[in-house]
């Protein structure tokens, strides 16, 4: 066995300002427990890091909407997410929160060690400020258009549209999030990262990194063509680390600069839990530490730009060995988007079905190299198919046959004939495929080749016939259940990492023992004689009615967070000036009569103050002809006359029409012949 590696692992930091949903798990999460759950087995010395992000202006701006402290948001989110993750088998080592004593302690340890290294460029900005709330505006607090796509929702840290990277000031029409108001420039200090400086050492750096997606390398050699810019590492704001520098008073750490330190202070605090307060340094001050951090792509910048140069400049820190970010998952076709109610919350997602059919389905269409789709459909087809219909199926099939006709126990081999060994040699051959696959980050194929192996097996159950054999060569049939039952329990270690519960319950029934490894996935894990248990059926079907309720939800939520509006959306804006050439007037209809041969328009004469004025209309069907003397009406009084059923109209009064098509004078209570303007 080669040398024990020593490894941290980390997941992104999730903000604890909101439940999760399928796209977190799919981004960060699925990925690095698969990977974790698999070097575990390995033998190598694995500690997995994660906890919650409870800084920065998501976390303030999701206190406000509520009406609550940023402290009541991160408590209820941080237990809430800590728990849907234990739910789900997302096996952290330690799961911390970036507002603890040691996370601040650590941060401004790191921060005071690279201005002592007069890292930090300090400047006076211009920045955005909202008068009416006394706060400068950062990130999230100002939305407006995007310069690089036009979108008109764009924050002042990013585009969600086309993702590009922004400032406040940057934005076109800047809004304040919090008065709603175009907030004033003001200037203000802060200290700034010199990432360009710092460029060409992190190429050099980037340089040596082997193995590294191309989706991931590709987004971080589009942000070094663009060349990197100063950063700020500071903001104005009252939530979050303080700046530990008597001139920054009032000032906290950006939450980018802060965040990524949370995985070195969630590790010394899982040090002091584990009774070692000194091992941290192991996993973070040791060359020999193969660093990896599991993100999703939006992420990609901090890891692979930001945070390498921090501890790059720091100089006491390992450097990530890789960085497997994901891309993004869509769902049902359509882009996850919480606002809009498009998402799948995980907690919810537990009342109705198992965690293991999830990490199965999820991990089969993982967004590693792309962006991928997640559809209820899908997971059905995923669970029915091949979680029932294959794995659990032959597992069944093997247990149910060894209780009847062996007595409950795995028989013996004897005289393996060549389909026999054909099958033992295929847990040989699927372990050499899943090991690669994991171990070069790609966890559909070692999912996909996990479950091969039961493919294999459901084949040879049925091409060595032992419903025939038990009567005509009982040995052929012992054979069959013997290396059925060896292929069984291969697959309960084989498939650990995806589904660990389930593989827990086929060990249970298989008799093998709690303490596993990926060394003992072979042709002969089970000695002859074994008593095994036919136990409960591994995976259920999932039912059409099930995953209609499940889409019927998802496509209620989302109805309810856009009502379908009534009426037409808003035509394109026009300039001033082309508002400017209509000469509307009010004025008062004076009398009507019906046109001839149509039972629509009606012939009003109108006093338009400076003149009288013939005008048809067509509203013959909407109003009745006694109330209209004396009507007041709003008038475009230069449209250029048209005739109408020979009668021609110098003007057109202007109604108002609702969503039933029903019209209504535009009234104006003022003097006919006043110009509305
Ligand atoms: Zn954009």
Redesign the pocket.
């Known amino acids: 066995m080669a040398d024990k590696k020593r490894i941290l692992v980390t997941s992104a930091l999730p903000y604890a300002n909101g439940p999760l949903h399928l796209g977190h798990l799919a981004g960060a999460y699925l990925t690095a427990d698969l990977y974790v759950r698999y070097k575990r087995l390995v033998g190598d010395d694995v500690v997995y890091i994660c906890g919650s992000d409870e800084h920065g202006v998501p976390i303030t701006i999701a206190a406000e909407k509520e009406g609550v402290s940023p402290q009541d948001i991160v408590d209820r989110y941080h237990e809430m997410n800590k728990k849907v993750f234990e739910d789900f088998g997302i096996s952290f080592d330690y799961y911390g929160r970036t507002s603890s004593k040691m996370h601040h302690e650590t941060s401004q340890e790191i921060f005071l060690k690279l201005h002592g290294k007069s890292f930090f460029k300090k400047k006076t900005e211009q920045q955005l400020y909202d008068a009416k709330f006394n706060m400068f505006l950062p990130d999230r607090y100002v939305k407006g258009t995007?310069?690089?796509?036009?979108?008109t929702e764009?924050y002042g840290d990013q585009?969600?549209?086309?993702?590009?990277s922004?400032s406040p000031t940057e934005l076109i029409n800047p809004v304040s999030a919090l008065s709603g108001e175009v907030p004033e420039l003001k200037e203000t200090e802060h200290w700034y990262m010199p990432l360009g400086e710092i460029q060409p050492k992190l190429e050099q750096w980037l340089n040596t990194r082997e193995g590294w997606k191309a989706n991931v390398m590709g987004q971080v050699k589009s942000w070094l063509n663009d060349g990197l810019s100063d950063r700020a590492a500071t903001r104005d704001l009252s939530w979050g680390v303080p700046v530990p520098l008597d001139e920054a008073k009032g000032k906290v750490l950006y939450v980018w600069f802060d965040a990524p330190i949370g995985y070195i202070s969630a590790t010394k605090e899982w040090a002091i839990e584990n009774g070692n307060p000194d091992a941290w340094k192991n996993y973070w001050q040791d060359e020999e530490t193969e660093l990896y951090h599991f993100i999703g792509k939006d992420n990609i910048v901090f890891h692979c730009i930001m945070f390498p140069i921090v501890l790059m400049e720091h100089g006491d820190y390992v450097l990530p060995k890789n960085v497997p970010a994901n891309e993004f998952l869509n769902l049902e076709g359509k882009k996850l988007s919480t606002s809009r109610g498009w998402a799948v919350w995980l907690h919810e997602y537990l009342e109705d079905f198992e965690p293991d059919l999830l990490r199965y389905a999820l991990g089969s269409t993982l967004p590693e190299n792309k962006d991928s789709d997640f559809s209820w459909k899908d997971f059905q087809a995923r669970v029915n198919n091949e979680l029932a219909a294959v794995l659990g199926n032959f597992v069944n099939r093997s247990l149910t046959f060894t209780d009847k006709f062996a007595d409950g126990k795995v028989p013996e081999l004897i005289n393996p004939s060549k389909i026999d060994s054909g099958a033992l040699q295929a847990i040989i051959d699927q372990k050499e495929k899943v090991t690669t696959a994991y171990e070069a980050f790609r966890f559909k194929e070692a999912i996909a080749e996990s479950i091969n192996l039961a493919r294999v097996g459901n084949k040879y159950f049925t091409e060595t016939e032992p419903w025939k054999t038990r009567n005509e060569n009982p040995q052929a049939c012992n054979n069959t259940l013997h290396v059925s039952l060896q292929i069984c329990a291969a697959l309960s270690v084989l498939m650990e990492p995806v589904l660990p519960s389930s593989m827990k319950k086929l060990r249970d029934q298989l008799g093998i023992a709690s303490e596993i490894n990926w060394n003992t996935i072979s042709d002969s894990m089970l000695t002859s004689n074994t008593k095994v248990d036919v136990g409960e059926v591994l995976f259920n079907k999932v039912e059409n009615s099930e995953i209609d309720k499940q889409i019927q939800k998802l496509e209620e939520r989302a109805a309810a967070n856009n009502p379908a509006s009534k009426f037409p959306e808003l035509k394109d804006n026009i300039e001033f000036g082309d508002f400017m050439k209509l000469d509307l007037r009010a004025g008062e209809i004076l009398s009507a009569e019906k046109i001839e041969k149509s039972d629509k328009l009606l012939k009003l004469q109108v006093d338009l103050g400076i003149e009288k004025r013939i005008i048809v209309s067509g509203i013959a069907k909407h109003v009745e002809m006694d109330s209209l003397k004396g009507q007041k009406v709003c008038v475009v009084a230069n449209l250029a006359p048209k005739k109408l059923m020979g009668v021609e109209s110098q003007g057109m009064i202007l109604m108002a029409e609702d969503s039933e098509g029903n019209l209504k004078f535009a009234e104006t209570t003022a003097e006919p012949g006043s110009p509305i303007t």
């Open positions: 995007c310069p690089n796509c036009g979108y764009a585009c969600e549209n086309c993702g590009a922004l």
